[in-house]
């Protein structure tokens, strides 16, 4: 019987490369997003079921879970995704925008994962993998509320494989580094406030030094390829990096003044 999957977030990029990965390797495929209908032909593969699904709406949660449980017998696994990325001078930001960055990226997917715990826990199997990043373990200037909410992800991931492990359920993230996809861009929300510019010599320099690593970044299905292998290696391994394991092997082996130079020199050159 084929797995099935559901995917948050598959409108495009890593969401949207993950869903065609698996449905070309025979699962059954579940991809949601907010707007459905605004899919492309991609979208018409035999294997993927498109469902709305808004990580804020708690109904449109349970909805989708329940349908796809409804339609393929069971649910084997799912993926966290959804997400943005907001940028810039913290003091920059205001409330909303700081919600809005929380709610999609940390109780968004808290959401999912509650919702669906209860299913995998009673089946007593089930897989959770929540995308991340590796800016949920090192930092870069001017992405504070981001890192602050991968940061986030991270611990949560972690201290919920423990409270999960008894019942079969495994939890697993990826962590992404630069990936070639719409997040420097569509997905990119660049904080600024009325009469403060002070810091723009900075967010000048810096910003273009650090979209240069998105142009010439992997796309996102190197990114799918590895949520997929989390999804079959049948290990309990918690983390999985892409395009990452270099600089997270610096800023786990260096000090941090000597990797926040770096930082420095790379991000201000």
């Not at 972690?158 to 569509?186: C, H, M, W």
Request: hydrophobic residues 40%; proline residues 4%; aromatic residues 10%.
């Amino acid at each position: 019987m084929p797995q099935t999957i559901l995917i948050t977030g598959s409108s495009s990029g890593i969401g949207k490369a993950t869903a065609i990965y698996f449905a070309e390797r025979d699962w059954n495929v579940v991809a949601t997003m907010r707007t459905p209908e605004k899919a492309g032909d991609w979208a018409k593969h035999q294997n993927i079921t498109l469902m709305r699904l808004d990580v804020l709406d708690e109904d449109s949660i349970h909805q989708a879970i329940n349908d796809t449980i409804s339609q393929f017998g069971k649910l084997d696994a799912v993926v966290n995704n959804a997400g943005y990325g907001l940028v810039g001078p913290f003091e920059a930001s205001n409330h909303e925008q700081i919600q809005r960055q929380f709610n999609t990226n940390v109780f968004g997917l808290m959401n999912v994962c509650r919702e669906i715990i209860y299913h995998f826990r009673e089946r007593r199997d089930g897989l959770i993998i929540n995308v991340a990043s590796m800016g949920g373990r090192l930092t870069f200037p001017l992405y504070s509320l981001y890192h602050g909410t991968k940061w986030a992800v991270e611990g949560f991931s972690e201290s919920l494989q423990f409270e999960l492990q008894p019942f079969n359920v495994r939890v697993k993230i990826i962590e992404p580094g630069a990936i070639k996809t719409d997040f420097y861009d569509r997905s990119m929300d660049v904080m600024s406030k009325p009469g403060l510019t002070v810091y723009d010599s900075y967010v000048n320099k810096a910003m273009p030094n650090m979209n240069k690593f998105g142009e010439t970044a992997p796309g996102p299905e190197k990114v799918a390829a590895v949520i997929y292998q989390a999804a079959t290696d049948g290990s309990g391994k918690l983390r999985y990096q892409v395009n990452s394991a270099p600089l997270l092997a610096l800023r786990r082996l260096l000090p941090l003044s000597w990797f926040q130079s770096i930082v420095r020199k790379v991000v201000l050159k």
